[in-house]
């Protein structure tokens, strides 16, 4: 089992930044994905932002421009760097880890943090 541990979020203005951090422990062999996800109220959970192993990423188009991910690999950590925040980023944020394991495809996730964007 894989645990992550995730920490950063809270509350930040319009426009404002915030940095999420996910750690991972635990029975970890080979991680080929790490990222983000988030959950509005009402809403299905969104793929915010992803990068594997060789360092590709991908970003919802709502977040382009504006989040960055990165990846700490000698302490299993990946962070989102949000920028320029709007309200309507405000959700539910979760880490999420892929692990392959010879034919085994592990996935985990967060527990969840809490970004709320408001004046």
């Known amino acids: 089992q894989v645990q992550l541990v995730e920490s950063g979020g809270g509350l930040v203005q319009p426009g404002g930044s915030l940095r999420l951090s996910c750690a991972a422990s635990g029975s970890i062999f080979s991680i080929n994905r790490m990222g983000w996800y988030r959950q509005a109220p009402g809403k299905q959970r969104e793929v915010v932002a992803v990068?594997?192993?060789?360092?590709?990423?991908n970003f919802a188009d709502s977040v382009e421009g504006r989040f960055t991910i990165s990846r700490d690999n000698a302490k299993n950590t990946v962070y989102l760097q949000m920028n320029s925040l709007k309200p309507e980023d405000t959700a539910v944020y979760y880490c999420?880890?892929?692990?392959?394991?010879?034919?085994?495809?592990?996935?985990?996730w967060g527990q969840g943090t809490q970004l709320t964007v408001s004046s």
């Open positions: 999420n880890v892929i692990q392959v394991r010879g034919p085994l495809r592990e996935e985990y």
């Open positions: 990068m594997t192993s060789c360092g590709s990423t």
